[in-house]
């Protein structure tokens, strides 16, 4: 069984990083290259809010994953 806590805390780190550790790879996958484009075009600003949506999303997302496990 996938702790909860401990899946937001590796998606809070690395998004997608928790729907690897809840068995979820491909969503794992697609949230990681989301977070890796959004992040590059956070350097011209317009990538930082699509960034935190994906982010948060795939902290809440593990979480609850995890805690229907």
Do not use: H, N
């Not at 484009?37 to 699509?50: K, R």
């Amino acid at each position: 069984m996938a702790s909860p806590l401990l899946a937001v805390i590796l998606s809070f780190f690395i998004p997608g990083l928790g729907q690897f550790y809840t068995g979820q790879f491909l969503k794992a996958f697609a949230l990681f290259i989301l977070a890796v484009i959004f992040g590059f075009f956070s350097t011209m600003l317009i990538g930082i809010p699509f960034y935190l949506i994906v982010w948060l999303y795939s902290m809440y997302d593990a979480y609850t994953t995890a805690e229907r496990g």
